[in-house]
């Protein structure tokens, strides 16, 4: 990648801009029905079984990550957010609120840079784009180099839906030779940018002096306590470690087990096709999985726990689907099990009291992962309240598997998305799922309404006249 932005791509990215503000010109006046209809027609052209599976394998081959096999189920994630796209207001009035006297009328955001991660480059183009065209916005995609001819053709599909219903193709463009340079001046003249990625991507979008919406990094850790149901507990944490082969951000990294249902829980992990490594393979994983300076290595990013433990340099059975590494009392820096895996290896750790399991949470936070999302298997009310006030995310799932529940489920209540807000915790704007809201403006229209002014008395309360020095 050249580290100067030429000529030639400042004036793409112009041509770019203009077209996709020209296009946004002739939607700016559709009827909410018209826009439900695009919205409609973008689910349905990327979101279908035979288009979305062929782009879902093409995107896993081109990268070379993922799971070829799994990674197609993600197609009903748009189903999700088009149902969500559906259900609220996008254009005149969207909000009424009488007793303030306030009206609340929605515009659209702009033109928007979406970067595209190479773990999902034929997911997020058309979540981003129902929730984007909804809103009557454009969309440019910057793909990541390694799977930018999946981004480009599912960009194309997208293009195709505009057609079917008579709106402009330009709402959706595509850079086809990305680079920094040429991604980060379209994040400086775009109007928002989206930033699903890693820690880079995500800093530059801050840095470009344009909003932009980041993603921080994930470190999900789950805690299950001896009033767990110990094989749902394995089952989902099987089926959300191993979605797409542990590639998401949300895929459970850390278990913290009470001690008292610590060995029944491995095994039910074991019976869910857990392998529990051994001390010597733990030494060799670690090798294996980051290099001299602690980042991870490209060839055990995203894959079967039988290509990790081959590049590490032992074997496991074919029948096992993900690697388990005990790390009990192994939180730090120095120490890279308490991280973020990225592939389908998690690390367990035990604990005796709540307190314990608490303590341990907060340590690996402190580690990695803070403002993402942690979880737990638990029916006391009193162990889920005390974890969700202590722990420093967004989002905490409640005996659910994490990484098909964070960013929205047909049997939760979360947004439908493909983009997760850290917070402040992870260095973002938002801590919530980024949705339809995310991409509008809006004009707050005030009416007048009876004097709404409490008496001293009971604003300032016991303190109102009392002297002060």
């Given at each position: 990648?050249?580290k100067?932005?030429?000529?030639?791509?400042r004036?793409?990215?112009?041509?770019?801009?203009?077209?996709?503000?020209?296009a946004?010109a002739?939607?700016?006046?559709?009827?909410?029905?018209d826009?439900?209809?695009?919205?409609?027609?973008?689910g349905?052209?990327?979101?279908?079984?035979k288009?979305?599976?062929?782009?879902?394998?093409?995107?896993?081959?081109?990268?070379?990550?993922?799971?070829?096999?799994?990674?197609?189920g993600?197609?009903f994630?748009?189903?999700?957010?088009?149902?969500?796209?559906?259900?609220?207001?996008?254009?005149?009035?969207?909000?009424?609120?009488?007793?303030?006297?306030?009206?609340?009328?929605?515009?659209?955001?702009?033109?928007?840079?979406s970067?595209?991660?190479?773990?999902?480059?034929?997911?997020?183009?058309?979540?981003?784009g129902?929730y984007?065209?909804?809103?009557?916005?454009?969309?440019?995609?910057?793909?990541?180099?390694?799977?930018?001819?999946t981004?480009?053709?599912?960009?194309?599909?997208?293009?195709?839906?505009?057609?079917?219903?008579g709106?402009?193709?330009?709402?959706?463009?595509?850079?086809?030779?990305?680079s920094?340079?040429?991604t980060?001046?379209?994040?400086?003249?775009?109007?928002?940018?989206?930033?699903t990625?890693?820690?880079?991507?995500?800093?530059?979008?801050?840095?470009?002096g344009?909003?932009?919406?980041?993603?921080?990094?994930g470190?999900s850790?789950?805690?299950?306590?001896?009033?767990?149901?110990?094989?749902?507990?394995?089952?989902?944490?099987r089926?959300?470690?191993?979605?797409?082969?542990?590639?998401?951000?949300?895929?459970d990294g850390n278990?913290?087990i009470q001690?008292?249902v610590?060995?029944?829980m491995?095994?039910?992990l074991?019976?869910?096709?857990?392998?529990?490594?051994s001390?010597?393979?733990?030494?060799?994983?670690?090798?294996?999985?980051?290099d001299?300076k602690?980042n991870?290595?490209f060839?055990?990013?995203?894959?079967?726990?039988?290509?990790t433990?081959?590049?590490?340099?032992?074997s496991?059975?074919?029948?096992r689907t993900?690697?388990?590494?005990?790390?009990?009392?192994?939180?730090?820096?120095?120490?890279r099990?308490?991280?973020e895996?990225?592939?389908?290896?998690?690390?367990?750790?035990?604990?005796?009291?709540?307190?314990?399991?608490?303590?341990?949470?907060s340590?690996?936070?402190?580690?990695?992962?803070?403002?993402?999302?942690?979880?737990?298997?638990?029916h006391?009310?009193?162990h889920?309240?005390?974890?969700?006030?202590?722990a420093?995310?967004?989002?905490?799932?409640?005996?659910?598997?994490?990484?098909?529940?964070?960013?929205?489920?047909?049997?939760?209540?979360?947004?439908?998305?493909?983009?997760?807000g850290?917070?402040?915790?992870?260095?973002?704007?938002?801590n919530?799922?980024?949705?339809?809201?995310?991409?509008?403006?809006?004009t707050?229209?005030?009416?007048p309404?009876?004097?709404?002014?409490?008496?001293?008395?009971e604003?300032?309360?016991?303190?109102?006249g009392?002297e002060?020095?």
């Open positions: 990648m050249g100067e932005l030429t000529e030639e791509d004036g793409l990215a112009a041509g770019m801009l203009a077209r996709a503000r020209a946004m002739e939607i700016e006046h559709w009827s909410q029905e826009l439900d209809r695009l919205a409609q027609a973008i349905w052209y990327a979101g279908n079984e288009t979305f599976t062929q782009l879902a394998q093409q995107g896993v081959d081109e990268s070379g990550i993922g799971d070829r096999a799994g990674r197609p993600k197609r994630k748009i189903y999700g957010v088009l149902r969500d796209a559906l259900r609220q207001k996008s254009t005149g009035i969207v909000e009424v609120d009488e007793a303030r006297g306030l009206v609340k009328y929605a515009k659209p955001a702009g033109v928007i840079a970067l595209i991660p190479m773990t999902n480059p034929a997911l997020t183009p058309p979540v981003t129902i984007a065209a909804k809103a009557r916005n454009a969309v440019i995609f910057s793909p990541h180099p390694r799977s930018r001819q981004t480009a053709r599912m960009t194309d599909v997208l293009r195709s839906a505009c057609k079917a219903v709106a402009p193709q330009d709402l959706f463009q595509c850079i086809t030779h990305p920094i340079p040429l980060q001046h379209l994040m400086e003249i775009c109007d928002l940018t989206l930033a990625g890693g820690k880079p991507m995500v800093k530059a979008a801050y840095s470009s344009k909003p932009a919406f980041g993603v921080g990094a470190n850790s789950i805690v299950i306590d001896e009033t767990a149901d110990l094989d749902i507990a394995a089952r989902n944490t089926m959300s470690k191993t979605s797409d082969f542990g590639s998401g951000c949300s895929a278990i913290i001690a008292s610590y060995e029944k491995v095994k039910a074991e019976a869910e096709g857990g392998y529990l490594c001390d010597e393979e733990k030494a060799l994983l670690e090798k294996a999985m980051w001299e602690g991870r290595t060839p055990t990013i995203a894959c079967g726990p039988q290509q433990a081959e590049v590490a340099g032992f496991i059975p074919d029948d993900f690697l388990m590494v005990e790390n009990q009392g192994q939180i730090g820096p120095q120490h099990f308490c991280k895996k990225l592939t389908t290896l998690m690390a367990l750790y035990h604990f005796r009291t709540f307190d314990d399991a608490l303590e341990t949470v340590r690996i936070y402190e580690v990695g992962g803070k403002g993402h999302s942690c979880g737990i298997y638990s006391d009310d009193d889920i309240d005390r974890l969700a006030r202590l420093p995310v967004s989002r905490m799932m409640v005996r659910q598997p994490q990484s098909k529940a964070n960013a929205g489920s047909f049997t939760n209540g979360m947004p439908m998305t493909s983009s997760l850290c917070g402040i915790w992870g260095g973002n704007i938002t919530e799922n980024v949705s339809l809201k995310h991409m509008m403006n809006y707050w229209v005030s009416r309404i009876p004097e709404d002014r409490p008496s001293d008395e604003l300032f309360g016991e303190f109102y009392r002060v020095a």
